[in-house]
DNA sequence: TCACGCTTATTAGCTTAGCTAATAAGCTTG
DNA sequence: CAAGCTTATTAGCTAAGCTAATAAGCGTGA
């Protein structure tokens, strides 16, 4: 046990950690680039494949109408494509594009060079720490 | 070293459990309820004393015209008071109200139960692992 | 000493991101 | 096949962020 804060310290300390971090992301978007709730959509359609538009909001932890105005506008910049559900007519599937497929790989190289400059500073064990802490918040945020 | 995961991985991972665990965080807020970024900005007074509203935008990583706003919503709620700078005209020293450090004590206690409630549901290694990520963490967007 | 240039805070106006409530369309089932 | 559920969208709101512009005060150099 390294660290013995209380339960409450941890929680808090979390919190800010999370929101400020969170903020600094935010901060680090080139104008006229995706936005990171714009990207994490587009980056869960390509883990999940096709997905309708409820299913994508549940697995970016928004309600549905926030996941439409995001579907649209990734829709107006090409990113996105829809086709409609095989059986259930109300239902609609959504993929990257090509186009979207390309962003998506563009970002992988290029994007989050802030974070990755950051997380290359810390020592290896460090960086150990911050992958298995990443799996765990992951896992909290799931619920 | 329980990961080897490549370092894109580890940056894609790492923003993508910010970004959801972030926003599950805000959908914790109460109606009516200070928002997290409040109460960041409230904490911050807290800890850093009185500060003029550009030195909490720094603090808070945050334009300072967004500061004005936050520190209007804090103001309406009687949460923080302002005093003339003792020797500059143009600057405004802000610290938490008496009814402001109330409310501070009160979220210290009663507030964050749910992320405190799913910390308490991990291993004591892993809220360890947690504890020392959160440190990690705030240190990568102190800059 | 005072005019000009910097700093600070605010205002105005915009975008994004989130929410709830209400609608419309399509399914499903008794 | 009507009644009720599910899905997606629309409408309308708030919060949170930004940049550009303004106004006030400070400080300095000619």
New interface residues.
């Given amino acids: 046990?390294?660290?013995q804060?209380s339960?409450?310290e941890?929680?808090?300390?979390?919190?800010?950690?999370?929101?400020?971090?969170?903020?600094?992301?935010r901060?680090e978007r080139p104008v006229g680039d995706l936005t990171?709730?714009q990207l994490?959509a587009l980056?869960s359609l390509r883990i999940g494949g096709a997905l309708t538009p409820r299913e994508l909001s549940e697995a970016?932890?928004?309600q549905p109408p926030t996941m439409t105005k995001i579907v649209a506008k990734l829709e107006e910049r090409g990113l996105i494509s829809r086709t409609p559900h095989p059986t259930d007519g109300r239902q609609v599937l959504l993929s990257p594009s090509d186009q979207g497929f390309a962003v998506l790989d563009d970002y992988?190289?290029v994007r989050?060079e802030w974070?990755?400059g950051?997380?290359?500073d810390?020592s290896?064990q460090?960086?150990?720490?911050?992958?298995?802490?990443?799996?765990?918040?992951?896992r909290?945020?799931?619920d």
Avoid: F, G, P, Y
């Avoid at 979390?14 to 903020?23: E, V």
């Fill in positions: 046990m390294v660290t804060a339960a409450e941890l929680t808090q300390r979390l919190r800010d950690a999370i929101t400020r971090l969170n903020r600094r992301l901060q990171v709730t994490s980056t970016e932890r928004v992988q190289r989050d974070l990755a950051k997380l290359a810390l290896a460090e960086r150990d720490t911050v992958a298995r802490a990443a799996a765990l918040l992951e909290l945020a799931r």
